[in-house]
Every structure is written in C-alpha cells, then in structure tokens.
C-alpha cells in the first residue's frame, strides 16, 4: 500500500475536480478553512491549529500539541491555549507519527508521496530528535522488512523492483507492556511493530489479508495472487489494556476494520464496516472513534460529479460501547487522540493533494457533533 493514502488515480480525480475550487475554499483569515461540512453546525468542531500542511498524527509533548506536517517535513508544537504553532523539528522527509518520550521527539518518516521525486529519500524508518536538532535514524523499518517481511507478501517482480510499499511507518505510540518502549503501525509492511529503547525491532502484530466482499477477488502480491492488504494505520489503547489498530484495508469500501489485541499481539475482537480508516481513538468507556479519510470521495477510476467540492470528504465514525454508531463530518480526518475528556483530530491531512496549501488544522471534535445516520 502506497502512502500518503491516496492512490495515484484517486489523487489525480481530487486534483482535476477541485482545482476550481480550491481558490474559493483557501481565501479567509491565514488562508484557514474551516473543518464543518455537510451542513453540519461549526460550533461543536473547535479549530484550536491550523495553517498547516499535511497534518497527520496527533499527539502531546512539552505541554503542547505534537503534529507530524508531513507535506512541510515539520513536527510542529501548537499551543492551544494562543494557538501559537512552533516548528521543532524541520528538513523531514514524509513524517507521518510523532511522540515525545524522554525529552525526545520520535517521528515516523515514510515513503515519497505518489508522483513526487523520490532522489535523496532516505529508509522509511523511525528517526529521534531533539527539538532544534537534527533527526537522526534511530530504527531502520525498511532494512527489517526486507530481512523478515513478516506479513510474507511476494516484495519483488521479476524486474527486480518492488511490486508493493516495503515499509512505510504512519503511527508511533507508547508501550505500554512491561519494559515496552514504543509501538510502529507500518502501514507498507502491514504490521506493527515493538521497537526497544535501543531501536532493536521485533513484530508484534500482523493483521491478516482481508478476503471478503470486494478484496476476495482484488489482485494483489499475496501468494494466493487476491486479497486486500490490512494496511494498518493508527494505535490506541482502550480500556483493559487492549491495543486498537485501525486497518485501511487497501482503501476498500465497507471492508476497514479496527483490530483489537491484548498484550500478546492476539486478536480478541474486530470492529468492521468502516471505509478507508487512518485513525482511531478509545475513551475511558470504550467508546471507539474512527477516522474516514476518504469518505464522500469520488470513485477510484471514475470522474468526481460535477460541482464535487473537497470539503465534504470525510468523517469521523463513533462506535459506541451500546447502540448505534454516530457520524461526524469533519474534513479529510487523519490521526486521532482522545486526552482530558475531549476528541482532538488532524482536519484536512490531505489538503495539499487538491491544491490547497497551509488548509491542515488540528480540530477538537465535541460529542454533539456526532449525529445518527440519516
């Protein structure tokens, strides 16, 4: 699976349909754009960040919001109180996650987005910082994928090039597991992994190829020559101590799923039925929340309808503990965080895909804002 998240095609059907409106949506204070849609009540969708460009993990450090920029190669800290933003770490390729520990900033960087020049990349990988400082790499992903390859697709074509991502690292969390350090969702290698304080790496836990519905007859790399790959993408825990993987499942409607698996990597539940997830978050109850980068979007493979406005791509699904699932539309959601009572979320991760620069927010996302499916 190729990341950013959008396939090449999908991409360029963004691009042609919005380019006409990207003008119209990026003009306003600092070029800010608002995360409501769908005619949906700004007021319980707090912009508390934005001018950004790729937002895609959220997470907390020094006393701030942590925001791994990945279009800019930025980890930025926003406070929330001024909204003030500082770039601590710059000059990144393609950071994706981001968490402090220690006094440190590690960051996942991963591969060069669709159509951009790859020269000069570096390893997917997971890289350490201090602010102000240069990163460096700390855990080479692509060299243990390329010696354990623990999902055990076929890596290469005759040609000798990779048929599919290799690695490419989109979530970093804390162990929480006794002498644990941090957790990788390598969305490329389609497992998570356990990475030591020594950057010494060990598998944990590989989601399995999807083969229902759509993926039981999609092509892929995988020796039966079919399925979706898991493509896991965001962490979390839940109450119990049970770890939350969210899946984009190759971007498969309906067939997104969020693993949930105890402290020995086993499968003790899975949640179905979402559409392209890159995100997930567990509040205090259990309540699980789901972020739909591509929900509303046109079609891969066919043409946007006329008057398609970006705004309205994605949502955020909440699946509570008891009853139905509730909806809220935010746009192109990307990595969640549930901290002190409240849902915080990257908003328009992908803006820069449709020509909109500096669009990125970071978003609290107030529980009035989930509605029920109409």
């Known amino acids: 699976m190729v990341l950013p998240l959008l396939t090449r095609a999908r991409m360029r059907l963004f691009v042609r349909a919005s380019a006409t409106l990207a003008i119209a949506l990026a003009v306003g204070a600092g070029g800010a754009v608002t995360a409501s849609g769908h005619g949906s009540p700004a007021k319980p969708i707090k912009v508390v960040g934005s001018g950004l460009n790729g937002p895609r993990q959220v997470s907390t450090g020094f006393g701030h919001l942590l925001v791994a920029e990945s279009d800019a190669g930025f980890i930025t800290a926003i406070n929330v109180k001024t909204k003030r933003k500082k770039v601590l770490v710059r000059g990144l390729f393609s950071p994706q ?51 354990y390859n623990p999902d055990r697709q076929i890596q290469f074509g005759p040609d000798g090039q990779p048929l599919d991502a290799l690695s490419n ?25 356990k990475v030591d304080r020594r950057g010494k790496i060990r598998n944990f836990f590989t989601p399995p190829t999807v083969t229902t519905g759509a993926c039981k007859t999609a092509p892929n790399n995988t020796k039966s020559g079919v399925g979706c790959d898991p493509v896991p993408t965001g962490l979390a825990y839940g109450p119990g101590g049970l770890l939350y993987v969210s899946a984009l499942t190759a971007e498969m409607p309906g067939e997104g799923r969020v693993y949930v698996v105890n402290q020995r990597g086993k499968i003790v539940k899975v949640i179905k039925g979402f559409t392209a997830p890159t995100g997930v978050a567990v ?17 891969p493979n066919a043409p946007p309808p006329p008057g398609f406005d970006p705004s309205t791509v994605g949502q ?45 927010q970071v978003v609290i996302v107030d529980q009035r804002a989930f509605r029920s499916a109409k």
């Open 316 to 360: 955020i699904v909440k699946v509570p503990r008891w009853g139905q699932r509730k909806y809220a539309q935010v746009t192109m959601p990307s990595g969640l965080l549930w901290r002190d009572g409240k849902l915080w979320s990257s908003a328009w991760a992908i803006a820069g895909f449709v020509g909109i620069p500096n669009a990125g």
């Open 169 to 193: 690292p989109y979530f970093v969390l804390k162990d929480r597991a006794k002498h644990g350090f941090l957790l990788v969702a390598d969305a490329g290698a389609n497992t998570v992994l």
């Open 97 to 147: 996650g981001v968490v402090e520990s220690g006094g440190k900033l590690y960051i996942a960087t991963g591969e060069p987005a669709p159509d951009s020049d790859p020269s000069g990349a570096p390893p997917s990988g997971l890289m350490v910082a201090r602010p102000g400082g240069t990163a460096k790499m700390f855990a080479d992903l692509t060299a243990f994928e390329l010696k």
């Open 283 to 299: 509040d205090k109850y259990g309540n699980v929340f789901v972020s739909e980068l591509l929900e509303g979007s046109p079609p």
